[in-house]
């Protein structure tokens, strides 16, 4: 499957953006999709993720109350809706693909670090402006 991230751009404090992540090739519904961010400086972190089928959903807690992640199998797409954005929001945003069954009944509850996704988009820049 490749990627493409979509959606990234500059917003005032308190704004609000939906990044696509868009899916092509192999069959979208056998992947979990994380969404990850880097800010300048710093290492890469988790944000967010669905499990297969959109089974289940994984925020984390810098973002939780403010971010949420879904996924559309029809439309083979990923997306994670940013609201009241902060500076410190500010990033490159990938979203991530793997095959991990995380979230499904049987097995674990929590999505996989990111050294599990196989396949990465090319990020998309938010920049949030105080």
């Known amino acids: 499957v490749q990627l493409q991230a979509s959606g990234g751009g500059l917003v005032q404090a308190g704004g609000s953006l939906r990044l696509s992540c868009a899916a092509s090739?192999?069959?979208?519904?056998?992947?979990?999709l994380g969404w990850f961010r880097q800010a300048p400086g710093k290492k890469r972190e988790f944000v967010g993720a669905?499990?297969?089928?959109?089974?289940?959903?994984s925020i984390a807690d810098s973002v939780k109350g403010r971010f949420s992640v879904s996924r559309d199998n029809a439309e083979n797409t990923a997306y994670l809706q940013m609201n009241s954005l902060k500076p410190e929001d500010t990033a490159v945003y990938y979203c991530?693909?793997?095959?991990?069954?995380?979230?499904?009944?049987?097995?674990?509850?929590?999505?996989?670090?990111?050294?599990?996704?196989?396949?990465w988009g090319q990020g998309t820049l938010v920049t949030v402006s105080s």
């Open positions: 669905v499990s297969l089928g959109g089974v289940s959903e």
């Open positions: 090739g192999s069959n979208f519904r056998s992947y979990a």
């Open positions: 991530a693909a793997t095959h991990n069954t995380w979230g499904l009944p049987g097995t674990a509850v929590t999505p996989p670090p990111s050294d599990v996704y196989v396949t």
